[in-house]
Nanobody, 129 residues
């Protein structure tokens, strides 16, 4: 059974940091791109970041570039989202999602949610003083 489980969310003050984890089970992440998405109250879900199956292929929304970093540990079948200098507007439920990179993967489409087949349940991030 394919499953993605996010963890690491919580309440943090502005300027603080959190590291989210996305643990996969039922399949290996080696040939999957993992996207991070978030949905704030009253807003549509949006793409935050993505890491492809090729080393060095990462993608970020303009609003998080320089503050968020995604990485993967294939040995642990886990992907991470390190979030630094968090702002109140980053408050949202954060989701990870998986997309097979076979037979092809186009990084330019990383934020297209419909391309992702499997989703986690989400983890809440709240940034407030």
């Amino acid at each position: 059974q394919v499953q993605l489980v996010e963890s690491g969310g919580g309440l943090v003050q502005p300027g603080g940091s959190l590291r989210l984890s996305c643990a996969a089970s039922g399949f290996t992440l080696d040939y999957y791109a993992i996207g991070w998405f978030r949905q704030a109250p009253g807003k549509e879900r949006e793409g935050v970041a993505c890491i492809g199956s090729t080393i060095g292929s990462t993608y970020y929304a303009d609003s998080v570039k320089g503050r968020f970093t995604t990485s993967r540990d294939n040995a642990k079948n886990t992907v991470y989202l390190q979030m630094n200098n968090l702002k109140p507007e980053n408050t949202a439920v954060y989701y990870c999602a998986a997309k097979s990179t076979r037979p092809a993967w186009y990084g330019s489409s990383w934020s297209h949610q419909f391309r992702y087949n499997d989703w986690g349940q989400g983890t809440q991030v709240a940034v407030s003083s």
